[in-house]
């Protein structure tokens, strides 16, 4: 990835979002919304352990009301990127405002990659308790000690590196995400050096198969089903468009094995005794081609016996490596579907404890086009926010 940090500069300045620091140091003082659709909102620069992150806190969430507990995404940004130019670009913080839950930016420190890139085909950094995946973990934990957190609705997404090192949180801490997001990155397992990790990134070539089934191994006695959102441009030439298929593969094989385990374990029978059925359809049960802005795209979402969606993939095409949606920048497409909500909206279904459980999928799809129909736009259409 090649963007920079003054792309944020570059914007103009009429936007809800346009953010401005103070303080001192990289990672000291606030950055604050110079407009909001809420005044109380606050966008806070921290750091816990040396690691500096983030934090997005929507107007009327107080550390003084514990009882308001608060859905929490964490975002990983892509390379050469920074919390501050991610969060503008991809707008999350106005979904955020909108629907009341905080968002953690950790920060990837140039010491560490000298492109700011998460090390996700590191097992230094992708395995539980170890690396930059237990400072992610520090940075949820320092949250949810300021602030009302629902520790059964916090979940992690990522854009290219970030999107990689998602699939990788979900399977080392399925007990502490509740669902992932990977946004042009790769399945977990994809590749295990550096010299891989541009092989993969070029071609492809993970086995979903041979990747689920780490993923599912990775999680031990804490596997469970692990909710995925893919999302990528078919015409990205940095992360093939091959690689999303995959991640969406693995997620799905990944989430087979531990609803088997999960299942077994209730009944007392071995995993492989489990009829077919009972898991998550490896056939995809809805797959919609449709056109928004500039760009067509496909969707597929793969449900388990009950009907909730554990895996959705969102391929547009002709897009290359950028975040769909969000705003004009590096590596966004303005005119595609908008990622942040849908991802959001994904999300929101689903619980820790209950993949499904959350806000009912239907629902929340009505919801949306009734919110936005009677100005004719679309529910998956960028808000207007120079109002």
């Not at 629902?150 to 854009?159: H, S």
């Amino acid at each position: 990835m090649t963007a920079s940090d003054d792309a944020a500069a570059r914007e103009p300045p009429n936007r809800r979002t346009l953010l401005r620091q103070t303080g001192s140091g990289a990672d000291a003082g606030v950055l604050t919304p110079i407009a909001s659709p809420n005044d109380g909102s606050e966008f806070l620069a921290r750091k816990i352990d040396g690691r500096g992150y983030g934090l997005f806190v929507p107007g009327g969430v107080s550390s003084d009301e514990p009882t308001d507990r608060r859905p929490l995404v964490v975002m990983l940004h892509g390379c050469r990127q920074t919390p501050a130019q991610f969060a503008e670009e991809t707008g999350m913080n106005a979904v955020a405002e909108e629907e009341g839950f905080l968002v953690a930016y950790p920060k990837q420190s140039i010491l560490a990659n000298p492109r700011r890139c998460w090390n996700w085909f590191d097992d230094d950094h992708t395995s539980r308790g170890r690396g930059e995946l237990a400072d992610v973990v520090a940075v949820v934990d320092a949250v949810r000690d300021d602030y009302p957190v629902d520790e059964e609705r916090i979940y992690v997404t990522g854009l290219s590196a970030g999107g990689a090192m998602a699939a990788h949180a979900i399977a080392a801490y399925p007990d502490r995400f509740a669902a992932a997001g990977v946004h042009a990155g790769l399945a977990y397992g994809a590749a295990s050096s550096a010299l891989t990790a541009l092989s993969r990134m070029r071609r492809g070539g993970a086995d979903p198969e041979r990747q689920g089934r780490e993923a599912y191994e990775a999680m031990g006695d804490r596997a469970r089903r692990i909710p995925t959102i893919v999302v990528h441009g078919t015409a990205d030439d940095t992360v093939a468009v091959e690689n999303g298929r995959q991640a969406s593969a693995q997620a799905l094989r990944a989430s087979n094995l531990a609803y088997r385990h999960d299942r077994g374990a209730a009944d007392g029978r071995l995993a492989n005794e489990r009829p077919a059925d009972d898991f998550v359809d490896a056939a995809p049960a809805v797959v919609e081609k449709g056109e928004f802005g500039a760009y067509g795209y496909t969707r597929r979402e793969f449900r388990d016996s009950t009907g909730n969606v554990i895996v959705e993939e969102w391929l547009v095409d002709g897009m290359g490596h950028a975040w769909a949606g969000g705003r004009p920048g590096d590596y966004t497409a303005p005119d595609a579907i908008d990622a942040s909500r849908l991802t959001w909206g994904f999300f929101e279904t689903h619980t820790r404890s209950e993949p499904g459980s959350g806000r009912d999928e239907g629902s929340r799809r009505n919801d949306s086009r009734a919110s936005t129909e009677a100005d004719g736009t679309s529910w998956l259409s960028v808000p207007d926010f120079s109002r």
